[in-house]
C-alpha cells in the first residue's frame, strides 16, 4: 500500500488520518484496515480524514467503495469521511448510507466529529 495511515483511538472512535497517491486498490484495504482496528478495538464509530490524499477519485471509484464499505460494515454503524472541499459530491456517503452505513462527507473537522458523537 502507497498510502501512509495513522490510527488512533480518540473518546470511543477510531480515528484515521490518510496520506498518499490515491489508488482504488489502496483505498479497499485501507476500508479492511479501517473495519478490522474498529472490530478489534470494538468501536462502532470511525472518522477517516482524507484531505492529505492526492489524485482524483472517479465517481465509479466512490460508487464501488461506498458499496465495499456498506458490505463490510460488520460492527460499524457510523463513519465520517473528511475531504479537501473541491473533491466533495457525498457519492460515496450516498451510496454507503443507501445500503446501511450511516455514513458524512465533509471538509469540517469539528462536524464530522460532532456528528459521529451525537445519538444515532
Not at 464501488?64 to 464499505?69: D, H, K, N, P, Q
Amino acid at each position: 500500500m502507497r498510502l501512509q495511515v495513522s490510527l488512533s483511538e480518540e473518546a470511543g472512535l477510531l480515528s484515521v488520518a490518510v496520506q498518499g497517491p490515491y489508488s482504488l486498490a489502496d483505498f479497499l484495504r485501507l476500508a479492511d484496515r479501517v473495519f478490522a482496528e474498529c472490530t478489534k478495538r470494538g468501536l462502532g464509530r470511525a472518522y477517516v480524514d482524507i484531505t492529505g490524499v492526492t489524485g482524483e477519485i472517479p465517481q465509479i471509484d466512490r460508487y464501488r467503495l461506498g458499496i465495499y464499505c456498506a458490505e463490510k460494515r460488520d460492527r460499524l454503524n457510523r463513519l465520517a469521511v473528511v475531504a479537501r472541499r473541491e473533491i466533495i459530491n457525498w457519492m460515496f456517503e450516498n451510496v454507503a448510507t443507501n445500503r446501511g452505513l450511516t455514513t458524512c462527507v465533509t471538509a469540517d473537522p469539528a462536524y464530522a466529529t460532532n456528528w459521529l458523537r451525537k445519538a444515532a
